[in-house]
């Protein structure tokens, strides 16, 4: 029995983990630490968990909080909170999920990038962990995320892109300057923060371009992308925000270097996931949408070839919470944990 | 391990008991019948099934369809399909399991009223089953349906309004010709038929009520209330259409025949819901919304009266193709397999 | 050409007053005042205004907000802000038109008891003007809005229930204590607040009744009803959102005093609304949902009877930002300034 | 006065002219010609335009249909119906304007290799009248729109890719070959027809790309885009479909010849466009969105430049049945019949 304690418990990414965890067969939670709602039960404000998860949500300073046991404590927490509890919580003998940018990278020199990048603090507090830490997407690090006693949960963009252009980074298909990530999300994607912008008869019927100056996650993807090729990659990343609640749906083009058949696409690509079991790979014709893996954790991939102009075209779908943030989490903490992959993970959606 | 059989695989109530059968430790689906799409793979044609269920749909007329063994076939089919073929069901020493109304009544008498009121033909093909059969909502009726050879699995609106009520019913608190039924639906609970009404555009920031004339819920309500009542009860009922996919709310009002705390009120509704798994009841300040039964086979009870006006008025949430629908009907399966009623359906919903 | 000040223009309210006047060909737009925004142009923060309305923000201390001429002053704020002002608005010549509960009610003692029952102060800050204020509903007041110097614009679930019960109030139809209100509204009812539970991913998938125990509106209606009857009308109301924007849908009941046809029923409103240019009515089976009546000024009301229970239901369909607020405020505007009651109004919807 | 006859009456882009001409000053509706609902009233089917267009449906066989008499025949009809038409309006004196590809091309051989792409007969039905014929996007074809006797209303993507890119073009800044339109399109994109894909159900949470393998607006994109430049110009395109109702958000990206910073961008579009009244050009931090161009005419282009992999990204804002149809048929009406091209089209959109 894998014991869990949250930090954060009460934004979607924690929300979404107590779900997965209270249908888990070897996993229990033991605290939920968050700022709102301290010393209700958690199910007495979100009361869809009654009866699944009725544990009171905890003040960080609360002494229950931190002698509740955990083999995982998970920051699901902005940036710069978790670089500074890392240590202590490797020092109980525990390891570390983080949600956010603070252990995506490996070198403080790349997590420097990626702060300056938007505007944080370049200095890492905790650079000695950088190197011991994994990037937590388990189909491109799976041995480093069983090992590694940090890991950072890949941001929800930077998932969907990376996944849909790995393969063919790793077969050097394209020319490494000419990838474009042109990617559109629901609105859980940011986040449980009140804004006007998302305020439900401001967002019902309208969708937009937004941040075009630049966005976190194009560093990630970038970071991850070069790391296939063995060799720098540059991208234009849009982020776009559609009325959904769930979803992302990320269409990705690079710039063949050598024309290519679609079928053969198809093929590299069900060859590179084929150990993967929450990877599907698609031909053009597949009648896939956000709807296939909405509640999910799965990553659909539409593989498709437009050989009028030499483009690779990959149209990449995953559930922003779930592949994107709480799904990919609980795969990192079955692994982290020594259990199968799959565990507590393996749903079909709901159909509509 | 019991086998079911599904005749309508692909409807809304088909396609969703193959998503929570699939999650079932103790079920197996043996066939799926239905009239579109035979000869695909039913995970090719709705790919979020994928690893999930991969069986053929066959014809009804395939021989494979008669010969998969069952221990329960399900009807996901409309009004006067599963009337002609229980029979047959029952000889081969099996039960079944009706979506429809065929078998919501238990009189010929009943189910011609029924049918006269919607236009079709008031005699049952299969009187003889009628009296055998049960009324297939589990908190009114668990033993009946864990005997009886045919069961007919509730109407989605139906179901909402007899929970709401039948605690109230039952103490005879009200004036038994007051009862007001105003229901909303989400629009999954017209069916996968396409309809001009329910095309995205036109449906997507528009609501209204519909079939002003009569709707064939009415009967199911009025003599499933009469029962717990003892005596004769009379309704005006409203259904309406909004613009979500899941959910029903349905707003009951009745008149009070002397007054009532609010306290009382819901002191009486959880006492009569206290061996109901799936039934929660709340005081008027509960922050309940649909969104937290949404697909799960919970009904939510917010209990209120209107001292002012001295009417008792419940509002009921349920989800209409969870326990309006294939979440009742799992329910069903397990009573009428000798299984506890809750197995591969104590779910959390997922939030947002 | 009227000249119309904007108290509180950066409300759902006011930027509705703003689009109507900038297509109205007899008025004009002398002054904006808000608390937000101040000092940029309208149409920077409201881009879809530009080349519209490009005016600037005021601050309700600024000498320009003062010293702009008005025929007519709009006070699109909360409760208690039009009750201060109002008098100097009378003072220097000009009317008043105010959004809020201040002036919907005739009498300092009515006033009380709405604030009452909504936690407000009893006191009203004008009591002088009571009395020579009018009810903004120009269907049923059209002759004393004319004349009067303050304006009380209706509440939207007010004026969607008074124009569907008057017909029948005015002829005594049903037992004045049996009437219930069942009102639904799109999100923009709440106004452009930020709310939890108006987030996007809160909202989108949900629907939910809401202030159980008691709703402002109740005592506009009661008020009206009584008004038109002769006597006392005592009325239950249930308040609910669904995940539409603009739209307000009030099924409305009362028990009849008498049988009475459907035709009739449907003559009776035909007949007393005949000199009302916004008003439609229908029977039953016509295909009438909050979609035609959306961005327009109309109320469109389907009339049946239900026989089997002897009750009348009236559904009545608005458009909450326009019959319920910016558009009768624009119909009010015009009575006031002695302009045809239809004029800039007279616009179809878009279809889908 | 100018006359109209609308042909293919009931469609979206049918009725969407019905509401525009309903407020138009200076034009008058003679016939409405559709399959269905022969026989109606057009405000019996669609009761939104209840007073504002009551006349009846006509068969194309009806003696009224062609004895209406007509300035502009408009076809709002699918490829190949009006190019059988246009010749006979010509006859009869009047002008035609159809909303297909029949005329969006201006040489036979253009049409047929638009026509060939999405497998239609490449051979014209009225060779004699390519040449005589414009593109009717006013922006780019203003003057010959006005002496044209026969005008092909664009499609609404080609409508948001060219206007994005015809200034980009013309200055020849970016290299021919690296264009990629990225669009996504609100369900009424789609058109009246329903289809499983957009039964409300299954599209409200739901975003996918579709018809990967080639769509028909490419040619329009590709033909336009060149005469700008002067050269020929090559471009992946990727449809998308959101579940919006109206809007369509198109991102385009190009690789720049030379530097160019941010400023000279939007102040090159910005000349480009001024005498544009319809399109407005915005730098990347406007807040802008498919809200801000609902239901209006108009056209937002939001410039911006990825200096750091030297790309050009314009996201081009447009209502799909407004300035991506039924308002450029009236702006292209207004210019036919001799009228100022902003008439009856100069209205705001409504917020929220």
Redesign the interface.
């Known amino acids: 029995m894998v014991k869990v304690k949250i930090i954060g418990a009460t934004g979607?990414g924690g929300?979404?983990l107590i779900?997965l965890l209270?249908?888990h067969p070897e996993a229990e939670i033991t605290a939920l630490v968050a700022r709102e709602d301290v010393g209700r039960r958690v199910s007495e404000v979100?009361?869809?968990?009654?009866?699944?998860?009725d544990l009171p949500i905890l003040d960080a300073a609360d002494p229950r909080a931190a002698e509740a046991e955990a083999d995982i404590v998970v920051f699901s927490t902005p940036d710069r909170v978790g670089m500074f509890e890392a240590g202590k919580v490797l020092a109980r003998g525990a390891k570390a999920l983080d949600f956010s940018g603070d252990f995506r990278f490996t070198t403080p020199e790349a997590y420097a990038d990626y702060a300056t990048r938007h505007g944080k603090d370049p200095k890492h507090a905790a650079p000695e962990l950088l190197g011991k830490n994994a990037y937590g997407l388990a189909e491109l690090h799976r041995e480093a995320i069983k090992k590694a006693p940090v890991v950072g949960n890949p941001g929800c963009f930077a998932c969907s892109c990376i996944l849909g252009l790995a393969p063919a980074a790793k077969a050097r298909l394209f020319e490494p300057?000419s990838v474009?990530c042109?990617c559109?999300t629901?609105?859980?994607g940011a986040g449980?923060k009140?804004?006007?912008?998302?305020?439900?008869?401001?967002?019902?019927?309208?969708?937009?371009?937004y941040r075009?100056?630049g966005h976190q996650h194009v560093c990630e993807v970038e970071r991850e992308l070069g790391l296939q090729y063995g060799q720098d990659v540059?991208?234009?990343f849009?982020a776009?925000v559609?009325?959904?609640?769930?979803?992302i749906?990320s269409?990705l083009?690079a710039q063949l270097l050598a024309p290519l058949s679609e079928a053969d696409a198809v093929a590299l690509y069900k060859d590179f996931y084929k150990d993967a079991p929450f990877v599907?790979v698609?031909g053009?014709?597949?009648?896939?949408?956000?709807?296939?893996?909405?509640?999910?954790n799965f990553c659909?991939l539409?593989v498709?070839v437009?050989a009028?102009?030499g483009?690779l075209?990959v149209?990449s779908?995953i559930d922003n919470?779930m592949k994107g943030q709480a799904g990919s989490a609980l795969q990192n903490i079955n692994l982290m944990a020594g259990l199968p992959e799959t565990l507590g993970l393996m749903?079909?959606?709901?159909?509509?």
């Not at 979100?46 to 998860?53: A, D, Q, V, W």
């Not at 053009?284 to 509640?295: E, L």
């Open positions: 979607y929300i979404g779900e209270a249908g979100y009361p869809h968990l009654e009866g699944f998860c300057t474009i042109d559109k629901g609105v859980s449980k009140l804004a006007a912008a998302h305020h439900f008869p401001a967002r019902h019927e309208n969708m937009n371009a075009l100056a540059r991208l234009t849009t776009q559609v009325p959904l609640c769930r979803g749906m269409t083009y599907r698609y053009p014709d597949a009648p896939i949408g956000t709807n296939c893996v909405s509640r999910t659909d539409v498709s437009d009028r102009t483009r075209r149209v779908y919470l749903r079909s959606g709901l159909y509509p």
